[in-house]
């Protein structure tokens, strides 16, 4: 549920990207707050560990303007991927509005893909939340590998191994690059909008 402040006209928004260690998590929040600099006052907030993997989360407000004559404050997150952080995962989702799961193309990882999807089924469901109903975005990753010959899945597979019941919009993107990173980012938001103005009378 977001945060709706009647008497500041503020909503606050939280968007949590999801997915396996590795899968490119950051680096969409990286690209965001290059690419939307004038839209970010704040800096972006990461704290990692030396791969520079996630260790508690990254962090990244952004501002949308008005919506109704509300100001619309949206707070992006991502969790840490590495399986042993669950409980900073669990964490980090609490109070999630959208979530956008950054799945790896690359083949080597279709089984950790699969783990992690299931892994944010079983965290919403402890905050009795249903993957099936709360806004959802898939992102197939590093679509720009495959120019350097790395196997990667074909999107029809990803489709079936993630998509086939939840059903819901996919992108394959390259967080890298920058390909519909901003469009992922997108359709998360309007879907979380959507459902926000059934609660903004
Ligand atoms: N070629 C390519 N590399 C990518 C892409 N996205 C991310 N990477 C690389 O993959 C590695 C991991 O990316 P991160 O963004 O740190 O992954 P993460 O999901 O935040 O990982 P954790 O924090 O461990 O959960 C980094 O070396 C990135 O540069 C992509 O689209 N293409
Ligand atoms: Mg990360």
Redesign the pocket.
Request: aromatic residues 0%; glycine residues 16%.
């Given at each position: 549920m977001s945060f709706i402040n009647v008497k500041k006209k503020l909503v606050q928004v939280k968007i949590v990207y999801y997915?396996?260690?590795?899968?490119?998590?950051?680096?969409?929040l990286?690209y965001i707050h290059k690419k939307f600099r004038e839209r970010i006052k704040t800096e972006m907030v990461a704290i990692k560990t030396h791969g520079?993997?996630?260790l508690f989360f990254?962090f990244l407000p952004f501002d949308i303007g008005k919506i109704k004559g509300y100001d619309i404050k949206i707070q992006m997150y991502?969790?840490?991927?590495?399986v042993k952080y669950n409980a900073t995962r669990r964490l980090v989702l609490r109070g999630v509005d959208g979530i956008v799961f950054?799945a790896d193309s690359m083949k080597v990882r279709q089984e950790k893909n699969i783990l992690s999807l299931r892994n944010l089924q079983e965290n919403l469901a402890a905050y009795q939340k249903d993957i099936f109903k709360i806004p959802l975005v898939l992102q197939y990753?590093?679509?720009?590998?495959s120019e350097q010959g790395i196997p990667l899945l074909p999107v029809e597979t990803m489709e079936r191994q993630l998509n086939s019941k939840l059903r819901v919009p996919s992108f394959e993107?390259?967080?890298?690059?920058g390909t519909n990173v901003a469009n992922t980012m997108k359709k998360i938001i309007l879907m979380v909008m959507d459902s926000l103005q059934k609660e903004l009378k």
């Open positions: 997915g396996p260690g590795r899968g490119g998590k950051t680096t969409n990286e520079d993997r996630t990254d991502t969790v840490p991927g590495q950054v990753n590093k679509r720009d590998l993107a390259s967080a890298l690059v």
